[in-house]
Structure formats: C-alpha cells, structure tokens
C-alpha cells in the first residue's frame, strides 16, 4: 500500500502543467492519454531550417537542465512522427509571435508562424515542466495550449554605464528575459560616469571615457572610495551579445544618450562641450550640466560618425538616443550655440525656449541621419517638449501621461513609466533589509496592475502604444545578484502586462502561478526577492 501511494505521488509530480507565466491565452484538454516525455523522445525540425534547427538544440538544453533527460534532435521532412517534439512552421498562423502547442500521446507539435513563434511554444513548454531534479519521465497531460502577445515590444532595459556588466552577465539577463517572453533589450551604453561601447573612429571614448577615479557611496555621499572603475564592450563583444540575444528573437536597442548624459565623451574629447573643459567622467549621480555643444559642425560629425559605427553593430530597426535630463545652461552661455540659434532663426514659444527648440533641431538633424540609413529613433519623453516629428518614438519615463500626450500626436509609444517600471526603485516600502536603491516603492502588484494602455486613449489611438518596458539604471547596482534581485521576479508581472489583455490578468491567480516560475530561477541560482512571494500585499510586511 505505501509503495503505491509514494509511486502515485512522484507521478503526479512529474506531470506538466500548462498554466505558466505568462498565462497561455487558451489550455484546452484533450481527450487522451498523457504523452510519455523520457529520454528517447526526439526533438524534430524541418531539415535545413537554422532557426528551428536551434531551437529544436535550446529546447534539447532545456529539458536537459530541469529533468537530466538529454533528447536528441532531428532533422525531418514531414511533421508527423511518433514519440516526437515536433518544432513546426504554421504559416496560416496569424501573429508573427503566436504559438499554438498540441499534444496528444502521440506526440508534442509546437507550432508557429514564424521561428520565433516556435521559440515562445518552446519557453510555454519549458515552464510547463515540474523542477524536480532528475528524472526519466514527465507526463504531458493532452491539450491544446496557445498564446499571443498583446503587444509586439516586450522590453526590459539595463542601465551598463553606472556600474559595468561582463558579457556574461548580459547573456545571463538575455536568458532571464528569454523565459519571461520578452523581445527588446535597451541598452544603456553611455553616460556620465562611463562610456561603454568602443568606437574605433574615437578610440578614447572607450578608453579614457570608460573610466572613472572613485564611485561615490551611497545617495552622492560625501565619502568617494577613491577606486578607478570601468570597463567598456569591444566591437567583438558586441556582436557576440547582439548574436546571442537574435538566437533567443531578442532584438537589442542600444541608446546612445545625447546631447546630456555626455561626460564621459566629453572627458575624452573635450572639444565637444561648450566650454571645452577640463571635464572628469562623473563619480557621482545626477544630472550634469556640461552637455554637447550643439553650435559646433564638428559635434555634428561626431555624432553621425559615433553612430555610423553604432548602426554596423546593431542590424535592428530602432536606435535610442536618449535625449532626457539635458541642462541648457552651457547652451544659454556658448556664443556658438547662441549663433546656431540666431543662423537657424529659432524663436521661444509661450512653452519652449529658444534652448529647447535648439535641442529639437539637432535631434531632428540625428534623426534625419538615421532615417537615410534605414533606421528609426527612440526617444525619451523630453523630446515631446522640442518640437520633434512624429516619426519619433517615445519612451515615456516621467509617468505614463507623456506617452499618453505622445499617441495622441500621432507618436509611436513605449511605456516605461517610472511608477511602477522603473525596477531599480523598491519592491516594498519597509526598505530597511533591502539593497540600497532608488528610492521609490514598485510593488509587484503595482507591476501586475499597470496598463499601458490607459483607459481614456481613443481607440484610433490606441496602436501608437508599441508596448511596455522596465528600466534597471544602476546607480546602486553594483553586482549581478543584484540586478536579479531588482528584476525577479518583477519580470513576472511585466510578463503578463506585455502578454495578457487586461480582462485575462488576475493577481491572486499569478500568485498561484508564480512559484513554479521561482523554481526554474532556483534551478539557474538566479538571485530573487523571494518576500514579494509570500505576502498578498507589501503592507503585510514585517
Ligand atoms: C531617465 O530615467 N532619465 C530616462
Ligand atoms: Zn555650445
């Protein structure tokens, strides 16, 4: 009798269950039996298919890392094979990213439009999967699973200027947003306190820029460790993390920050501010005043030069450009600048100054730039106020009411609102055992409950809002547990923001579901705030 019920009870376990984070938007049963994952299934995909070929190999790696189970992969000519994955491309499919997952205890068919669809079949089964150590067989109950996103940019953001990441670590958060279903890494290559990406035209960028003499401790503490920092991204390492995130449909969006967020570049060439230095890349936080001068041809060329090399490294659609926290008293003083002024005949408006439309001329010169190479331009919301065009887009970061402003312009929009998105700000108000952070308190809840979309956009309106982001700036994130702690598991709720319609979201049910996506963290040693688990709501919290 007790060996029957411990059997029944580690068979239960090893049965898959398909309500995952996100939440599929439909898990129809089947009748029929379980399929019988073990060891001698064979992951399928269509012969000579290098997208699904790989996928077929990360699936492989997947349920090797949660069962020990190693299934090999096999290249097919028709689909229908038993005791099979079969990874398959469904044209009549309708979103791009849709997946549809079949099982039957003949075989498991992951379907997609496109090979990105087949991948988020691929994450929906992964996470269906119990972690429990070593196994040799895990029950598939019959189903039909399948999901869509609502929004076709699921971003997350990491901030590599404050503090510097290694490439690993990079991988590492591609691979965290690859399980969450997520597709846009921004970037955030340059800025005050360092200059990150090498630039072979301006080699000092890198290696004078990526540079610092001391951190400040804590919130700009009078107390400056005195410790040179740095570190930058060699071209090699670049196309190494770009390759790396297009195999799991992650696009990178690099943001180069202009014209503020300068100091580092203007460390190394001075030339290009309006004072002409001497400048020192920032050892502590805030926005600084020494920007670019604008009034110079040179820092013009400067900047298409930067991202003629920027474009090389980045085949995606998008370059971020920053744009935000730009000071313009250099400007108000530069005689340079002030001549660009009266040359382009730039008059204040009741709402914009002189200084502002300055800003909005040269973005749109940047912009102009990208366009002729085939590119487009993300902006943060500062450049609502600078007349710029609408073929900007924007990123909403001072509240999601800029972004709001923005669609109905006609912009395209990305909501990353710093209540609640901004992830390095607090998970709880009680701050007192947490990592120092911002400031703030972003509850997982707050996360769950934001919608992009706000309730009083019109309709005709409504598909300017591109989709969601969260932003890691790392100020006071020194170390990769740390970036996993600000983000896990507030990646989870995001997750269902970008995926689910409002109407399918339920916070309890996350709840419920959440712990079975903590194990595969555990089961990578991913660091995460666990507390956000056990508590219903933060005020519970001790
Ligand atoms: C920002 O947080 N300065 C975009
Ligand atoms: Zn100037």
């Known amino acids: ?56 190999a990360m699936l492989s790696l997947y349920v090797e890392d949660l069962t020990g189970m190693h299934l090999s992969t096999r290249p097919v000519n028709t689909g229908n094979n ?18 549809r997952i079949t099982v039957t205890s003949r075989s498991v068919i992951i379907a997609g439009k496109t090979p990105a669809g087949v991948f988020y079949g691929i994450q929906t089964l992964r996470k269906s999967i119990p972690v429990v150590g070593k196994v040799d067989l895990v029950l598939l109950p019959a189903a039909q699973v399948a999901g869509s996103p609502r929004f076709g940019y699921r971003g997350m953001h990491l901030d590599c200027s404050r503090h510097f990441f290694s490439v690993e670590t990079v991988k590492r958060y591609i ?38 003499n001391g951190t400040t401790l804590g919130h700009n503490s009078p107390v400056n460790d ?13 196309k190494e993390i770009v390759r790396y995130a297009a195999d799991r449909y992650i696009t990178i969006i690099p943001e180069i920050d202009m014209p503020g967020h300068m100091v580092a570049a203007l460390t190394a060439y001075p030339e290009l501010g309006c004072t002409g230095g001497p400048y020192e890349v920032w050892g502590m936080w805030g926005v600084a005043e020494d920007i670019l001068c604008v009034g110079k041809d040179e820092t013009l060329q400067f900047v298409n030069n930067v991202l003629d090399e920027v474009i090389q490294l980045f085949p995606g659609e998008y370059i971020h450009i920053g744009g935000d926290e730009s000071p313009r008293v250099r400007w108000q003083e530069c005689p340079r600048c002030q001549q660009r002024i009266v040359d382009l005949g730039l008059k204040a408006t009741d709402h914009q100054s002189v200084e502002a439309l300055l800003q909005g001329w040269f973005t749109t010169q940047v912009q102009q730039y990208l366009s002729e190479h085939g590119r487009r331009m993300i902006g943060w919301d500062e450049l609502l106020g600078c007349n710029v065009d609408t073929t900007a887009t924007i990123m ?8 709001s402003q923005g669609a109905m312009q006609g912009h395209d929009v990305i909501m990353s609102p710093v209540d609640p998105l901004y992830f390095d700000y607090y998970q709880t108000s009680k ?25 009083d956009l019109p ?53 419920k579901r959440l712990p079975h996506l903590v194990d595969i963290y555990k089961l990578y040693n991913w660091t995460y705030r666990a507390k956000s688990l056990i508590v219903e709501s933060e005020d519970q919290e001790k």
């Not at 029957?4 to 029929?32: F, S």
């Not at 038993?82 to 997946?99: F, N, R, T, V």
């Not at 701050?431 to 911002?438: D, G, Q, R, S, Y």
């Open 226 to 238: 005195g410790i040179r920092y740095g570190g930058y991204y060699t071209q090699e390492e670049i």
């Open 396 to 403: 909403s970061w001072r509240g999601a009411e800029p972004g």
């Open 459 to 511: 309709a005709d309106k409504r598909q300017h809002i591109l989709g969601a982001q969260a932003n890691v700036w790392t100020e006071y994130i020194t170390c990769e547990p740390q970036i996993q702690y600000q983000v896990l598991p507030r990646m989870a709720a995001l997750a269902e923001v970008q995926w689910l319609h409002p109407e399918d979201k339920d916070y309890q049910d996350f709840k």
């Open 82 to 99: 038993h005791d099979c994955i079969s990874l398959q491309l469904d044209p009549k499919m309708a979103g791009d990213e849709d997946y």
């Open 175 to 212: 691979d965290i947003m690859a399980l969450h279903g997520m597709n846009r890494l921004h970037w955030h290559l340059t800025d005050d306190q360092g200059w990150r990406i090498e630039i072979k035209k301006y080699p000092r960028l890198a290696e004078v820029g990526g540079w610092r």
């Open 431 to 455: 701050t007192w055992n947490e990592p120092t952070a911002f400031g703030g308190c972003n509850t997982l809840k707050k996360v769950y409950d934001f919608d992009p979309v706000a309730d």
């Open 1 to 56: 009798m007790m060996l029957i019920a411990v059997a029944t009870a580690v068979a239960q376990e090893n049965r898959a269950n398909y309500r995952v984070v996100p939440l599929p938007d439909r898990i129809d049963g089947i009748k029929d039996a379980d399929f019988k994952l073990k060891g001698t299934t064979l992951v399928d995909y269509p012969t000579g298919n290098r997208d699904m070929e790989r996928n077929a």
